[in-house]
């Protein structure tokens, strides 16, 4: 215990010095971090609480009452649930991001393939991925919303809003997300391909049991980010006239012309997107840990 | 080239190399190998950096497309078109220097994996044959690890099961001991030597001289992408005959490695 001496002074402290680069934790640190964040906050609210339109932004946007008529709806006054609308969303997005994680996979796997029979699918996937990336998802929502059902097709031209919005999503994301596959792909070493190959093992058995397992797991913090934003996308899906949460919040404020409702909706939103955007960063971090702890070997 | 000698005259042989060819760009690596290999044969191919020994044991494994020369492993003609790659692959077994073992499964999936999928086995008969070879070299409490979790010389000695775990006619190693940590490389020379003394066939790229010297049927010494020269190994390390080879022994001495 008396060993506290002098030598360990002049050593050069490396836990402190990472705790610097982290961020310092030591007592000073979080009781500066605290007020430089509580003085911010202050000034923001005081600029906001002092600004002359201030009284008036508060009565439209964070009136408690007509949040709360908002979010439990009242159909007989024209106008639904904001809360209950989310369940679409919810409902959208779930079936969005499993229907995107196959596609983008099919897509991903066919653009990096090698052999000549798919030279067509090839271009067909690269040419799907140039478009789909290129055109804002507001037009392809229009263009599947309401070009599908003036086709007059059965079965196709028959679906709910809901269903083309869903489309749309898939069509747009799943371009983004098989480049996010790709890149996965192409990030496990080549080394990983010569010793499945050299073992026998077909090209399609190489992809599914050496390098797609890799590929994924390194993918899968890109690839939660991409779905935040996607559940925020489904509020687009309104513009179709579903009933979800966006557009509940649009028919509250057409019929009783206060905007709070609109800020029910992003509270629910935010509810729905922080948890996954927490649990993503929770992965980086961890995965971040397991690549120093691997190079430190 | 013209004549077709598959059958009598090479079935003696494990491994036969005619008038092989490889260059990566205008680079020529290979400029015409012609090696035989006896069934029961230990080969090593010795030269310095870049001599091509990785890419000749890469061509016999068909993991390089060669541009002109032929390759028979026990009598066929493994460099013809339509040839399966994947079927030639099953009976040439090969180990690269930095292990290459799949590091998201446990040292039994990645010995078990190429004799389930390639060979059809069970997983009963693919996870027997993974124990009896993980015993034999001394890895047997290592089966449910990840690669990770190991030294270099026992993932060195995981790969070299992987390999055997398909029962191959030929084992081809390039340079398995240059990554290791030089007290780890025993370990896994050990385990070529009793390769080497259970009559495997087998073709070794390699840095270490005395191991070549005591392991060898035959060295070979490769230079500006041909074999300059190839002798038993006493013959071979005490009285070259090529000036390249000479050189080569004399600056592999000075640096006290042989």
């Known amino acids: 215990m008396e ?32 007020a430089s964040t509580v003085v911010v906050l202050a000034v923001l609210l005081a ?58 996979l099919v897509v991903a796997v066919i653009r990096q393939s090698t052999g000549p029979v798919l030279l ?20 392809i929502i229009f263009a599947l919303g309401y070009g599908l059902p003036a086709l007059q097709l059965t079965v196709i031209s028959d679906q709910s809003a809901a269903v083309y919005g869903v489309a749309a999503l898939v069509l747009s994301y799943s371009a983004y997300v098989s480049e996010v596959y ?38 899968i913090p890109p690839l939660l980010n991409d779905f935040i934003s996607l559940q925020k996308d489904t509020a687009l899906v309104g513009l179709l006239g579903s009933i979800e949460a966006n557009k509940a919040a649009e028919l509250f404020s057409d019929t009783v012309f206060n905007y709070s409702s609109y800020v029910v909706a992003a509270i629910l939103f935010l509810i729905l997107t922080i948890p996954l955007a927490r649990f993503t960063d929770h992965l980086i971090r961890r995965d971040q840990a397991r690549r120093l702890a691997g190079a430190g070997q | 080239m013209t004549e077709h000698k598959t059958d009598r005259t090479s079935s003696a042989d494990a491994l036969r190399i005619q008038g092989l060819r490889k260059s990566f760009g205008a680079q020529e690596v290979l400029g015409g190998i012609d090696l035989s290999v006896a ?28 541009d002109a020369g032929s390759v028979w492993l026990d009598g066929q003609l493994i460099t013809a078109r339509g040839v399966d790659e994947n079927l030639v692959r099953r009976h040439v077994g090969i180990v690269f220097q930095s292990f290459n073992l799949f590091p998201h499964m446990t040292v039994e999936r990645n010995v ?21 070879l993980l015993g034999r070299f001394g890895l047997a409490e290592k089966r449910a690890d ?51 003394m259970r009559g495997m066939t087998m073709l070794i790229a390699t840095h270490e001289m005395g191991f070549a010297r005591e392991v060898a049927s035959r060295v070979c010494f490769l230079a500006d992408g041909q074999i300059a020269e190839q002798a038993p190994p006493a013959q071979l390390f005490s009285e070259p005959s090529d000036e390249r080879t000479r050189r080569f022994l004399r600056r592999i001495t000075d640096a006290g490695r042989l």
């Open chain 2, 146 to 196: 990840y690669p990770d979790r190991l030294s270099g010389g026992q993932q060195q000695r995981v790969a070299i099961v992987r390999a055997l775990a398909m029962r191959p006619r030929l084992m081809l190693l390039d340079e398995v001991t240059s990554a290791l940590d030089p007290e780890l490389v025993a370990d896994v020379l050990d385990v070529i030597r009793e390769l080497a």
């Open chain 1, 182 to 219: 790709r890149a996965g792909i192409s990030g496990v070493h080549r080394s990983q391909v010569a010793a499945a190959r050299s073992l026998g093992l077909s090209q399609s058995s190489s992809m599914r049991y050496v390098i797609l397992p890799q590929a994924i797991r390194n993918i």
């Open chain 2, 39 to 66: 069934q029961h044969e230990v080969i090593c191919l010795i030269g310095a950096s870049g001599s091509g020994k990785s890419t000749l044991l890469r061509c016999v494994n068909l993991l390089e497309r060669i």
């Open chain 1, 47 to 104: 600029v906001f609480l002092l600004a002359p339109g201030s009284a008036q932004v508060r009565h439209t946007f964070l009136n408690p009452a007509d949040m709360w008529k908002a979010f439990v709806g009242d159909p007989k006054a024209g106008y639904y649930s904001v809360g209950e609308a989310l369940w679409l969303n919810i409902r959208m997005f779930v079936v969005a991001e499993v229907l995107i994680l196959i596609v983008g």
């Open chain 2, 112 to 132: 078990t994996l190429a004799p389930m999928k390639v060979l059809g086995l069970s997983r009963e008969e693919a996870a027997a044959r993974a124990a009896e």
């Open chain 1, 3 to 34: 060993a506290q001496g002098p030598p360990q002074l002049a050593l050069p402290d490396l836990a402190a010095r990472r705790s610097r680069l982290l961020g310092d934790s030591s007592r000073r640190g979080v009781v500066l971090s605290t």
């Open chain 1, 120 to 139: 067509p699918l090839r271009v067909v996937t690269t040419i799907y991925v140039d478009v789909a990336r290129g055109v804002p998802l507001i037009l």
